[in-house]
């Protein structure tokens, strides 16, 4: 009488270990940190051109410089706060990693009280197609 007990026991205890142990490695294969790389040197670069054809005053440059920034640091915290790790471009010496350039550009100027288009350059169309990928992994 106790030897079934016992059997019935050790495999409800060997079902529920199986149950938590694949909990366990799922949360933590979700959880395991993507890596994406952003060029901020070439965004900076590139508002600074722009703003300097602009002609404006230097007062409403500096203002539109702050809210820029701002808007920089946001869509780059955005993406951290969704999980992804984001390095700078020039800190990524090899890899397969996804560039969302394009994808923090076109956020900030979204941002951006001027209504300015951003300016286009070759890699994004690269970087658009390496993002689409990382859509779809997560």
């Known amino acids: 009488m106790l030897r079934p007990v016992a059997l019935v026991m050790a495999v409800s205890g060997a079902l529920l270990w ?7 490695i799922l949360t933590l294969r979700r959880s395991t940190p993507h890596l994406v790389k952003v060029e901020l040197a070439d965004l900076m670069r590139e ?8 002609g404006e005053a230097a007062e409403a440059l500096t203002a ?16 951290a706060r969704r999980g992804d790790v984001v390095l700078l471009g020039n800190a ?3 890899g397969d990693i996804p ?14 009280t001027r209504a300015a ?4 350059t070759p890699t ?4 658009g197609e390496r993002e689409g990928s990382h859509d779809q992994d997560h």
């Open 92 to 94: 990524v010496v090899d």
């Open 64 to 79: 539109r410089t702050a809210s820029f920034l701002k808007a920089l640091n946001t869509a780059v915290g955005a993406h």
């Open 124 to 127: 994004d169309d690269k970087a």
């Open 99 to 112: 560039d969302i350039t394009a994808r923090v550009r076109a956020e900030v100027y979204a941002h951006q």
């Open 47 to 54: 508002y600074v051109q722009r703003e300097a054809r602009s």
């Open 117 to 120: 288009e951003p300016p286009h």
């Open 18 to 24: 199986g149950v938590w142990a694949t909990h366990t």
